[in-house]
């Protein structure tokens, strides 16, 4: 059995205010070239299809195209779920017309019936596709008091799963949450109230011989190659710079053993940080990329966002190393409250431009205080 594990798509989301539509459509397209070139059994999409629960009309009918398109023009069987950005209604609704040979939908919480399988020249292979619930929907829906956390929802949810799978069928759930022992990055949403503990022990997995997973956006596996993270195809913030996004292709064997291989994506536009003069900058080769530009200059130069713009129109974010420096030496400093008007003065200028007063600006602003002061004293 082949399958293709995609996630976190986020269709909708935006990158610093600039759409990403475009940028999804590409990524729509290598997958579906996957499809067409490997023919995998079945395409898996593990939650947070869209960035919110009413997600813009372009979004829809980005993702609604794209599905025809699966249906249509390759043979691969759909198992897709809500995340936590979804509405589990509208992931739910999807299911209403589709072909139940062709598609497993998970979209709210639902009671197991026969699990939806299919067969390869091994037998059968059960799919458990288990939407994302916050805790509360769960002990209603389960009418279970003990329900408490992220763990324990998963935990019922695989409970009931399980005992409808046959003895001799190999089992896949798709899942969405934070799984304990996952790393982060930094545009996840938690899961939990605050103060709650959101993740998922890989325990409850238990019996399971592919756990396709969502939610986390770096591709990885936590503890065994069996349980495993495909990440979002497209990077969201510049802490994910030049990160190689990946869709993973996943065969399991008559034995149960599973085997992955990692498929890279290749984004319409790089999320990438420069460093530089300026001026060198603005002598680089032309590019359509996300960027963060970290200048080496060591007097602010005018209108560096227009300036960058004119060679990188999708620069969004402008910092220098000066401060970048002083910033990683914060950490190690103990901060002192300032203690007088030189000094509260001396610290904002440091939080504003990455560096104290020059000789020069000390001396005024010496002389001003000094005036301040003659003036306090003649009221």
Request: aromatic share 6%; proline share 6%.
């Amino acid at each position: 059995m082949l399958a293709l594990h995609v996630s976190d798509l986020h269709l909708g989301r935006q990158f610093a205010g600039i759409s990403l539509d475009e940028d999804h459509q590409v990524i729509f397209d290598q997958i579906f070239a996957a499809l067409v070139e490997h023919r995998p059994d079945v395409l898996i999409i593990a939650g947070d299809i869209f960035d919110r629960a009413s997600p813009p009309a372009s979004a829809v009918r980005l993702f609604n195209g794209f599905l025809r398109r699966v249906t249509a023009e390759t043979s691969s069987v759909i198992v897709m779920i809500a995340g936590n950005h979804d509405s589990a209604d509208r992931i739910s609704a999807m299911s209403i017309l589709t072909d139940a040979r062709r598609a497993l939908v998970g979209g709210t919480l639902s009671k197991p019936n026969q699990p939806f399988t299919i067969t390869d020249e091994h037998g059968v292979v059960a799919f458990s596709a288990l939407p994302f619930s916050p805790e509360l929907s769960a002990r209603e829906f389960f009418g279970d008091e003990t329900i408490a956390s992220p763990n324990d929802v998963m935990r019922v949810q695989v409970t009931h799963e399980r005992a409808m799978v046959p003895a001799s069928a190999r089992w896949v759930i798709v899942a969405h949450g934070f799984v304990a022992g996952g790393k982060l990055s930094d545009t996840e949403r938690s899961l939990t109230r605050v103060g709650g503990i959101e993740t998922i022990s890989t325990e409850v997995f238990e019996g399971a011989h592919y756990v396709a997973l969502g939610h986390l956006h770096r591709a990885q596996h936590i503890e065994h190659p069996h349980i495993r993270y495909s990440g979002a195809p497209l990077a969201f913030s510049f802490a994910e710079a030049d990160e190689v996004k990946t869709m993973q292709l996943v065969a399991i064997d008559g034995e149960g053993t599973v085997s992955v291989r990692s498929l890279p994506f290749v984004p319409r536009r790089r999320v990438r940080i420069v460093r530089g003069l300026l001026a060198d900058l603005e002598t680089a080769l032309p590019s359509e990329d996300f960027v963060m530009a970290v200048l080496n200059d060591e007097t602010p130069p005018i209108d560096p966002m227009k300036r960058l713009r004119a060679v990188f129109p999708n620069a969004c974010q402008l910092e220098y190393a000066k401060s970048e420096k002083k910033r990683a030496g914060a950490a190690t400093v103990t901060p002192m409250l300032p203690t007088s008007p030189a000094d509260v003065i001396e610290a904002f200028m440091i939080h504003v431009r990455g560096e104290g007063l020059h000789d020069g600006e000390r001396a005024l602003v010496g002389d001003a205080l000094t005036e301040v002061g003659r003036e306090g004293d003649t009221e």
